[in-house]
């Protein structure tokens, strides 16, 4: 319902901006996975005609702004599933001769009381065959920011998950950012589930600074992985789609059928 961009052909009224939110659903089950940096995916979801009310429930991928700024939108005791770490205050910071500095705040002030939440850092099933995937483990963690506080805690995005549908074709995994690694993800999702068939992957991919040998070894692990469909948007970026000339960028205002 709402990404950094507009898709070709999509109603004029439709808002494109910097984040993410995508409603998914199959036959018996309707999730919100994220809410995009502010109110614009409920006045998209108006203008497409889409009613949020009767969503079996609501996803955070992870705390930053661009993702889960729309949620003071949603309706008083909306069920949200994600991960006890999600509204930690943190920053995006550079360090410089041993000082540390903030430079952007990346969390946003969000009154979660409001809602039925659902706080997990292990897999959880949502309806029949979506999973929230929790914890994603990483061997190195690599830090995207820092946690407020005066000590500088690195933030390694630790509360990041995906949510798993289990289809007849394989495993759709669906992310907000990918801050901890596709491969990552992919092996996470791949050892809760049993199911080592990828049929899809849809969302950010955090792969617009990547270094060459990252998009590299991307590239390498999704050829040996062999998804059906590869749909990258977001935070994906030029620069990731360049590497992955076999992705389709979804944007605000279309729809994916698998």
């Known amino acids: 319902m709402l990404e950094n961009h507009k898709g070709a052909g999509a109603d004029k ?18 999730i919100l996975f994220d809410t995009g940096p502010d109110g614009s995916f409920m006045q998209n979801a108006l203008a497409m005609g889409i009613d949020l009310s009767d969503v079996s429930a609501v996803v955070l991928s992870h ?18 599933i994600c991960h006890p770490d999600i ?12 000082i540390t500095r903030k430079i952007k705040k990346l969390s946003c002030e969000v009154d979660y ?44 995005i630790l509360d990041e998950g995906v949510l798993i549908y289990q289809s007849t074709k394989g495993l759709v995994i669906i992310t907000g950012c990918g801050h901890r690694g596709i491969a ?43 998804p059906e469909k590869l749909c990258g948007c977001h935070c994906t970026g030029a620069w990731g789609r360049l590497w992955l000339p076999e992705i389709t960028a979804p944007a605000t205002g279309d729809v994916l059928r698998f």
């Open 184 to 226: 990552n993800i992919v092996r996470h999702c791949q050892n809760i589930t049993g199911i080592k068939r990828i049929y899809a992957l849809v969302g950010g991919f955090h792969l617009r600074c990547a270094s060459p040998f990252t998009l590299w070894r991307v590239r390498r692990f999704l050829q040996e992985q062999k």
């Open 87 to 98: 509204a930690r205050e943190r920053y995006a910071a550079m360090t410089f001769l041993g």
């Open 113 to 156: 009381s409001r809602y039925r939440m659902m706080y997990t850092r292990d897999p959880l099933p949502i309806g029949k065959n979506f999973i929230w995937s929790g914890e994603i483990p990483v061997v190195a963690p690599e830090a995207y920011g820092i946690f407020g506080g005066h000590d500088a805690e690195p933030d390694s």
């Open 63 to 80: 705390g930053h702004y661009d993702h889960c700024g729309g949620v003071p939108w949603l309706p008083d005791n909306s069920r949200i």
């Open 13 to 30: 009224s439709l808002k494109a901006r910097p984040g993410l939110s995508l409603l998914v659903e199959d036959e018996s089950t309707s």
